[in-house]
């Protein structure tokens, strides 16, 4: 089984209101709009939609609405799983009955497990459901790295067909590639290694910035697929103070700061993560000022 996800997909924030409720009309605004913006799937209840800090229920309403708002218009990745097997199984069965188009398997944090017991976890993930997994390696995030080997043995797994890549090495990168088919798609977990990873037989990426800058990352990787690296390239470099300033602290943090500054009601992140530092305010300010996003006449699409 193999699902085309696209080429530009959105790891979408969860807003809050004041309260620290999920808003939900701010969430099918600004999946509308990501989606206007030239997202061809959006990413729900990811680690930029804060999703540890998420209730089964707010996780079931986000994929709900995502899928109302998305229609046949975009893909909707749903993030349902933890370090927990038994518990992403279920939310997977549920994540597939409202209607999603796939699941974001993201390498159990915290626990650390050797790399069959990854390969076994997503396998029975996998098996549960009938619609294709996207796995995600982040380790900086779940302390243990998903290996090119176990990769490639997941990917003759019928319905695991694509990976966010984000270790943030290219060697990993290349031995994925090297290791399993051209039916497997390779998605970058970074902003900023999109173009290393297109370069090495990669996809597109699963964006931070696309919030902000989606037309202009489609246009680069349009223009990497046209044979056009030179235009890709300075794409590339042109967003790259961008793609910086969205991870001055941990993610989304600063990115729900820099929506705010658009004009967006996304609220602060709840806690354990905070709203960003006042004293690095100023620099992501201007980082939107420098690139031409705030004070735009249309900030919000």
């Known amino acids: 089984m193999r699902t085309d996800f696209g080429d530009l997909l959105t790891a979408v924030i969860t807003p809050f209101d004041q309260s620290m409720q999920v808003d939900f009309v701010e969430f099918r605004h600004l999946v509308k709009t990501l989606i206007k913006q030239g997202s061809d799937g959006i ?6 939609g804060e999703s540890p800090t998420l209730t089964r229920e707010e996780k ?8 109302e708002e998305a229609g046949e218009k975009a893909q909707v990745v749903a993030g349902t799983c933890t370090y927990s097997t038994a518990e992403s199984v279920e939310l997977s069965k549920e994540a597939e009955n409202i209607g999603v188009h796939g699941i974001l398997g993201t390498v159990p944090y915290y626990s650390k497990p050797p790399q069959e017991g990854l390969y076994l976890h ?9 619609i294709p997994l996207m796995l995600y390696n982040i380790p900086s995030r779940t302390g243990v790295n998903l290996e090119p080997e176990t990769i490639a043995r997941l990917a003759e797994i019928p319905n695991i067909s694509a990976i966010k890549e984000a270790s943030g090495k290219s060697d990993q990168v290349s031995n994925i590639r090297r290791l399993t088919g051209d039916g497997f798609e390779i998605y970058s977990g970074d902003d900023n290694m999109t173009l290393t990873i297109l370069a090495l037989g990669g996809r597109g990426v ?9 037309s202009e990352i489609r246009s680069m990787i349009e223009s990497f697929q046209q044979g056009d690296t030179r235009r890709a390239r300075e794409i590339h470099l ?3 103070p961008l793609f910086k300033a969205l991870f001055v602290a941990t993610n989304p943090i600063p990115l729900k700061a820099a929506l705010s500054m658009l004009g ?5 992140p709840r806690l354990p993560l905070c709203s960003l530092s006042e004293d690095k305010v100023p620099a992501l300010r201007r980082t939107l000022i420098d690139a031409g996003y705030l004070g735009a006449e249309e900030n919000r699409g």
């Open 238 to 240: 042109k967003l790259y």
């Open 60 to 67: 079931l309403g986000l994929f709900k609405v995502a899928v």
């Open 264 to 268: 967006w009601k996304c609220g602060n």
């Open 206 to 214: 699963v964006s931070v910035a696309s919030h902000i800058a989606g």
């Open 43 to 48: 990413v729900v209840a990811g680690t930029t």
């Open 122 to 130: 997503f396998h029975a993930i996998a098996e549960a459901v009938g």
